[in-house]
């Protein structure tokens, strides 16, 4: 297959998934629209598949580069998985999505922002594991469908410390917090 084709069908996905977290599509739409997606076998069919939704680089309203719109990570797993660990600055937002996938957010070594950071998730059939340190506090909220959303807030070991906000929905999957001693 072409490789500039996937490149563009995984540029489109993440756009897809960042107008999905914003509200811009139904989840419905999105299910049908990564289908078209994941399956166009040339630019054309892929240029079709998207022509009626708030994506793609040619799109009025969508600028250049949205999924990294400053301060916010985005983690997405479709039909795959995606890890996020080791050392690193956390941003204050970050998006996690995940269908028919996982993704996993590992906190424990990163450097929480002194006033917090929010995690928002969406897990479709798939499922999105967050380990945290006990140094931060966690609250949750968030529901699930036919699925699992571990919801425990969480106080820290030291006062002041900085708060990460869970909040999100699993439908057929799961969202689960771990809280965990650091590694190092």
Do not use: C, W
């Amino acid at each position: 297959m072409d490789q500039s084709l996937d490149q563009e069908k995984n540029k489109i996905l993440d756009e897809l998934s960042l107008a999905f977290s914003r509200d811009r599509i139904s989840l419905d739409d999105y299910e049908r629209v990564v289908g078209l997606i994941t399956k166009a076998p040339n630019f054309p069919a892929l240029q079709e598949a998207i022509r009626d939704y708030p994506i793609g680089a040619n799109t009025p309203g969508v600028s250049q580069g949205s999924s990294t719109t400053s301060g916010t990570r985005t983690s997405v797993a479709i039909f795959s998985g995606t890890e996020l660990k080791g050392r690193f600055k956390a941003s204050r937002h970050h998006r996690a999505l995940a269908v028919f996938g996982g993704v996993d957010i590992d906190l424990r070594d990163a450097v929480i922002p002194s006033e917090g950071m929010t995690i928002e998730t969406a897990a479709v059939f798939g499922g999105i594991d967050i380990f945290v340190p006990p140094t931060v506090n966690v609250v949750t909220s968030g529901f699930a469908i036919f699925g699992g959303f571990e919801s425990h807030d969480q106080e820290a070991e030291m006062p002041g410390a900085p708060t990460i906000y869970i909040k999100g929905v699993a439908v057929f999957g799961g969202v689960e917090v771990k809280k965990r001693k650091r590694r190092f």
